[in-house]
């Protein structure tokens, strides 16, 4: 394993590690990458509120991301002697903050390459002089061993030091021996440790775009989707984070080459095969002695996961009840994945969308397609998937997370906000309530709204549930995606609940945050 070498970008990076990258690039780059990094160890919950670690002991660092965005809020060098860390200022040669080991090993001239960066180092050398640090205790040492930070714009240095040999009428270096080595090396955004730590979970970092060193001689693309709001109605605003402009998707009415030119080129295409809910619609059309409509039968329960589907024309199964029309429908949609922008989009012939929420009139405040065409052939949006890229689902990591919002829903209660964030059982209560006025009684919401359990670790041979439920198949278009993702190994949560309302379909994990949500 060679050394990890990387330029330290004070307030920015540190190599490739960019300050607000997302969990997903910054996890693909790594595993694409077994030899620099050979080992990962990822600590985090399923609770998407809650802070992600990334830990690389080998090259001793660790990322610390934010649960809600998952963007990267801090890196720390917890290891000099893994690493190879180096500045570069404007017109002046470059400086090691610790000088790599030669050839032949650490020599005498070098009697600190092996530990880690002297105080003495840093403040006379690599970064030079810098206002008095912060003394933080630690409450639960027993030999009062605390932490004094030595903070610059943008980098942080924590040294450990007793309370008894802290003074605040001591100057820094009268404070720190000149010897003395930290334990830890911090990259943040702000212009000290104190000022920067009580915002630096939900501080807005500023574009991985406008990174120049990353940046440069990349092609342009457009900036990331941070929002996404469902308004029903087949209706989907999406914001950009950096920008004041969004780009609404109308299902039925915006095609491909809306697609192309706000969003870019997908990652990956592939045909549409899907027929697994099929036999509940037969089933409700024989419960109501009326045949299923064109439309119904496409805007069925579609599994979630569409990342990974084999890009076939075949379709397993033994139900015959399938009639030849609707395969025929079926072979001409295709879903394109946006891995990078955190959703799926079905590009079909034209279905209606659902209908408006009842609390909101038809198309009220919500702007209409400039130029629409109604020949029956034309290819549009039909469906839209947001992913939640929750830690430890099953399909963690295939696409970046997708932040969505039901503005709809707080019409009524403007103090409530339902996204991405929302405890499923809050998302279930508000839209019951919402849709209340279409259910003949409470008791045929509750028997409509029922969950259906899929489980995505069962296996991978061709008749098997794996394949039909969008598992790792080696001929999945994301499963050429080094680092994106990995087959089942029991540790992750295989086992998810689909749940559907007007225009919405919830895939809601074990512990009740929601996976991913369709919009159709």
Not at 8 to 32: C, E, M, N, Q
Not at 321 to 343: M, R, T
Not at 438 to 463: C, F, H, T
Not at 470 to 487: D, L
Request: glycine letters at 8%; proline letters at 8%; aromatic letters at 10%.
């Amino acid at each position: 394993m060679s050394l990890f070498s990387a330029q330290l970008y004070p307030g920015r990076a540190l190599g490739f590690l960019v300050l607000g990258a997302s969990l997903h690039d910054i996890l693909t780059r790594i595993k694409a990458e077994p030899q620099q990094f050979p080992k990962i160890d990822f600590m985090s919950g399923t609770d998407p509120l809650r802070k992600i670690v990334i830990g690389l002991p080998r090259n001793g660092l660790q990322l610390h991301f934010d649960g809600p965005e998952q963007r990267l809020r801090l890196i720390e060098v917890r290891d000099f002697t893994k690493n190879h860390i180096f500045l570069k200022p404007a017109n002046d040669k470059e400086r090691d903050l610790v000088r790599p080991p030669s050839t032949q090993g650490v020599t005498a001239q070098q009697p600190d390459a092996a530990a880690g960066p002297t105080f003495r180092h840093i403040y006379q050398r690599f970064l030079g002089p810098t206002y008095d640090g912060d003394y933080e205790p630690n409450q639960g040492s027993r030999d009062g061993l605390g932490t004094y930070a030595l903070s610059y714009p943008g980098v942080s240095f924590a040294f450990p030091m007793k309370e008894s040999d802290y003074s605040p009428s001591k100057d820094v270096v009268s404070l720190i021996p000149s010897t003395a080595i930290p334990v830890t090396m911090a990259v943040f955004s702000g212009d000290s440790w104190a000022q920067a730590r009580d915002q630096l979970w939900t501080e807005v970092l500023p574009s991985v775009k406008t990174f120049a060193p990353l940046s440069k001689g990349k092609d342009s693309c457009p900036d990331e989707v941070s929002l996404v709001k469902i308004h029903g109605g087949g209706k989907l605003q999406l914001f950009r984070k950096w920008t004041n402009s969004c780009f609404w998707i109308h299902l039925g009415e915006t095609t491909p080459q809306d697609l192309v030119t706000e969003l870019g080129a997908p990652d990956s295409k592939h045909r549409n095969s899907d027929q697994r809910m099929y036999i509940h619609k037969l089933r409700t059309a024989s419960n109501t002695n009326a045949p299923p409509n064109d439309n119904d039968l496409r805007n069925d329960l579609t599994d979630t996961d569409q990342s990974s589907s084999p890009a076939s024309d075949g379709y397993y199964s033994n139900d015959e009840a399938i009639e030849e029309d609707s395969v025929a429908n079926v072979s001409n949609e295709h879903w394109w994945n946006y891995f990078h922008l955190g959703f799926d989009v079905l590009v079909s012939t034209p279905t209606n969308p659902s209908q408006p929420p009842p609390s909101r009139p038809l198309n009220h405040g919500l702007p209409e397609k400039h130029i629409k065409s109604f020949r029956a052939d034309r290819l549009v949006v039909t469906k839209v998937i947001l992913h939640g890229n929750v830690p430890r689902s099953y399909p963690f990591n295939r696409h970046r997370r997708c932040r969505w919002e039901i503005p709809y829903l707080s019409y009524k209660n403007p103090n409530m906000t339902i996204n991405s964030e929302t405890h499923f059982r809050d998302v279930e209560t508000s839209l019951l309530e919402e849709w209340k006025s279409i259910y003949a009684s409470e008791e045929d919401a509750r028997q409509k709204q029922r969950g259906m359990v899929l489980n995505r670790g069962w296996g991978n041979s061709p008749g098997s549930s794996c394949e039909l439920l969008g598992g790792w198949e080696e001929n999945g278009a994301a499963a050429t995606r080094p680092g994106a993702g990995k087959k089942f190994e029991g540790n992750e949560e295989s086992t998810t609940t689909l749940y559907a309302f007007p225009g919405l379909i919830f895939e809601v994990l074990k512990n009740g945050f929601v996976s991913a949500v369709q919009v159709f």
